[in-house]
């Protein structure tokens, strides 16, 4: 087969292509773990900000972090469960959506890509110019992580894979893109999937990530609104403005889709 010819070959510009989405957001994620090498790795500013984002969250009354965490901290198998959580649903869940999304065809895949691509690049700039300690930074709070690190394969230190610990920004909480990423999720699945159960699934799993993420001790309750708001703002500029109910634009785009070769399932 001419050289022509093989590029022209479906097969080989669908590999082509899926390598290049592949190498975009391995890039991507290698950027969002490495920010710590052009942060301001200084503990003190960060931590001063996180006390000043705990007093605004104790004026109105979303302090919870404290009492979720000591729960965390007092349930062995809670805590085991929900480190597992962390520690993986966060980069599978995210990469399967987006294997599915490839799958489905570019009008589809190439504005929720562009969406997470915006967000994820405007979170790593507000690590760099706003660190933020997290929780189990300050007195008074447990690593959860850390906890559990023995029954894991994450490491004891930064919440990061075992070894990888210093390579990673531990001052990159504010805002959270394990919440960002969640909310994206359970948006693409809102707009693309006309089964409830798989629906509620993904809206499950960005309360989940939520939930887990504030009760280990990785995140304050501001930095997940702070992550949804990122997120939103993404989708805003890449889809429009969202509605009140995502529901609407699920529908309107099953009907536009009903009788295509893209029509959900």
């Known amino acids: 087969m001419t050289t022509p010819a ?31 090498l052009f942060a301001d790795g200084s503990p003190t500013p960060a931590v001063a900000r996180a006390h000043r984002l705990l007093d605004l969250e104790r004026f109105v009354w979303l302090d919870i972090e404290g009492w979720l965490n000591n729960w965390f901290a007092g349930s062995p198998a809670l805590a085991l469960v929900c480190s597992y959580y962390y520690a993986s649903a966060h980069y599978v869940v995210t990469a399967a959506v987006l294997l599915w999304l490839w799958r489905r065809g570019s009008q589809i895949y190439s504005p929720a890509r562009r969406v997470l691509v915006l967000a994820t690049l405007a979170a790593l700039v507000l690590y760099l110019v706003l660190p ?40 990159a909480a504010f805002p959270s ?11 693409v699945v809102q707009r693309e999937v ?10 499950g799993h960005a309360a989940m990530t939520a939930f887990v993420i504030v009760g280990t001790g990785n995140h304050w309750v501001l930095d997940v609104v702070a992550g949804w708001l990122v997120m939103a703002a993404a989708f805003g500029l890449v889809y429009g403005p ?18 295509g070769p893209l029509s959900p399932r």
Do not use: F, K
């Open 6 to 36: 093989l590029l022209s070959n479906p097969l080989v510009v669908r590999v082509w292509r899926g390598g290049a989405e592949a190498l975009l957001i391995g890039v991507l994620w290698a950027g969002y773990s490495l920010s710590r």
């Open 242 to 259: 969202l509605p009140a109910n995502p529901c609407v634009a699920s529908c309107r785009g099953t009907a536009s889709r009903a009788s």
């Open 132 to 171: 933020m300690a997290p929780p189990r930074l300050l007195p008074g709070y447990v690593d959860v992580l850390q906890l559990t690190s023995a029954d894991g394969w994450w490491g004891g230190h930064a919440s990061a894979p075992r070894g990888l610990g210093g390579y990673t920004n531990q001052l």
């Open 194 to 203: 006309r089964r409830r159960w798989v629906r509620v699934l993904a809206w």
């Open 177 to 187: 893109m394990h919440a960002g990423w969640a909310l994206w999720v359970a948006w």
